[in-house]
């Protein structure tokens, strides 16, 4: 759909920031919301699979903050075929049921018991913010992950809209003939960043645009810095901590925020709670700012519904070798469902969006917005959606009706 | 609107010990072959062998971060306790011997 450029949010619109956190799927984080907005696709509590017994197993809000997914779930090629597929060999045409979670989590541990956890789901209670804002906001009810696999190859879809054949997290893809969204918006003389959250977590763009192009990036403080000052980026892009380590600045313990099992959920919530209130929070920022957060798969966690197929992504194709399956893959259909919000003062509160979107969708939605030259880009990001013309209020929401979260001290 | 609380984890939730996942595995790897393909990141080898944990990781991954972005001087970082010296690399980095978590193992504390 184009851009309808009379929009007033679109008129106002200087800056997107993306977010990206880890390994949650949608039902996991946001599912119990059906019960209070019957729009939202999540879970009416009936949800099941089967276990290595056969016993049928109902999705229940269990899930906890820290300790319950532990090992991690496998969320490979291979393993995330079984959880869609119920096979570890093939995959359409084979109906996608969505039966294979509890079958792919027993493998992890061989406990019949600790493979339910998988379907736990959290109670909104337990996740104030993303609850907030997935309530306050725009969400997506068909956000899916770019393929069916890992961290890396889906994190690249948002950075090149392609993970150039990719399946693994083996991405050296060095030299490649599609530039990444950042490069393009530098030949068109737009600003843009990544911002990661420190020195000890870094990026996971390691092997091209770190190494390549180190002035993209900068660190968390630097994005609040800019937001203080009025100095975002046209675009930029977040990513979280990836671990617990000492802060290298030695102002204390730097906790993991990226919500990777095994990480605390909560250290993740009140990053996500950091960025939105830093956006929020400047009358020149905020009616001027578009902030997705997104995450970027599903870390192997129950979702209901099914990946859809999509436009392959000609030229690449994936082998058995790679998938681990019998099959090659063509990047012809999506990978689970992921928690997605679009987050301005020009979105009403309660949207639901139910058109599909994936990783893609982002550098789409930033090349069609600044309005790049075409170049060369994917066939998957060519027939992406994009996402901004669901700010679509022809007012602004006051400041009373847009949420603010209090980040609290450990001791509070 | 009033402002919605956002608590915060436990300092339990706390584990810099805690064994490297297969997302970190494979951000190291990425870092290593960067290191082999430069050469001259002048990174420690005693960091770039203490990689099993996430804090330990994280350390090899700041070296490697600040010399990419063109910090390559310990004295000109921010002040670190027990920063460690860095020495000229060899011409290939340590194997990467950290294994990612695979079965339940919570790590030391």
């Known amino acids: 759909m184009e851009l309808d450029r009379t929009l007033p949010g679109i008129q106002s619109l200087k800056h997107v920031v993306v977010l990206m956190m880890e390994n949650r799927s949608f039902d996991h984080m946001l599912g119990a919301l059906k019960a209070t907005n019957s729009n939202i696709d999540g879970l009416t509590g009936t949800e099941s699979n089967p276990d290595t017994t056969g016993a049928t197993v109902t999705v229940q809000p269990l899930a906890e903050y820290q300790s319950q997914l532990d090992p991690d779930p496998n969320h490979h090629f291979a393993a995330v075929n079984l959880q869609i597929f119920n096979s570890t060999q093939h995959g359409p045409p084979l109906p996608a049921n969505m039966q294979g979670f509890v079958a792919s989590y027993f493998n992890q541990q061989q406990n019949t018991q600790h493979s339910h956890d998988i379907l736990y789901y959290f109670t909104p209670d337990k996740l104030p913010v993303l609850t907030t804002l997935a309530t306050q906001y725009a969400v997506f009810n068909r956000w899916f992950a770019s393929i069916p696999g890992p961290t890396i190859c889906n994190r690249a879809f948002a950075h090149y809209g392609t993970s150039f054949g990719q399946v693994s997290m083996d991405v050296f893809y060095e030299g490649k003939d599609i530039p990444a969204i950042y490069v393009r918006l530098l030949n068109a003389n737009h600003t843009c960043k990544l911002f990661y959250f420190d020195e000890a977590s870094s990026t996971m763009e390691v092997v091209n645009l770190l190494q390549n192009q180190p002035s993209l990036f900068g660190t968390f403080p630097d994005f609040l810095s800019a937001c203080q000052q009025n100095a975002l980026p046209d675009y930029c892009f977040i990513e979280p901590n990836y671990t617990d380590h000492p802060a290298p600045d030695g102002s204390g313990e730097a906790i993991a925020n990226d919500q990777h099992p095994d990480h605390d959920v909560r250290a993740g919530e009140q990053f996500i709670a950091t960025v939105y209130n830093a956006i929020r929070g400047n009358p020149n920022l905020w009616p001027n700012t578009a902030l997705l957060v997104v995450y970027d798969e599903h870390g192997g966690i129950y979702d209901h519904v099914s990946p859809p197929a999509c436009p392959p992504d000609s030229p690449f194709v994936a082998q058995p070798a790679d998938t681990g399956t019998l099959d090659a893959f063509a990047f012809d259909r999506l990978g689970v469902r992921v928690p997605a919000i679009l987050i301005s003062p020009w979105v009403a509160a309660g949207t639901v969006i139910n058109d599909t979107f994936d990783h893609a969708s982002i550098p789409a939605t930033v090349s069609d917005f600044l309005q790049l030259p075409a170049g060369n880009r994917s066939v998957r990001e060519q027939n992406a959606n994009t996402f901004l013309g669901n700010l679509t209020l022809t007012t602004m929401r006051t400041d009373d009706e847009c949420p603010t979260f209090v980040v609290q001290s450990q001791n509070s | ?109």
């Open chain 2, 1 to 109: 609107m009033d402002p919605i609380a956002v608590p915060a984890p436990p300092r339990s939730a706390y584990n810099p010990n805690r064994r490297v996942s297969d997302l970190l595995y494979s951000q190291l790897k990425h870092f290593q072959h960067v290191e082999l393909k430069r050469g001259d990141l002048g990174i420690d080898p005693e960091i770039a062998r203490n990689i099993h944990t996430e804090a330990g990781a994280a350390q090899y991954i700041a070296a490697i971060t600040r010399a990419l972005r063109g910090k390559n001087s310990a004295a000109a970082s921010p002040t670190t306790p027990n920063q460690p010296k860095q020495t000229p690399a060899k011409k290939s980095p340590a194997k990467l011997t950290a294994k990612p978590v695979a079965r339940n193992n919570k790590g030391k504390r």
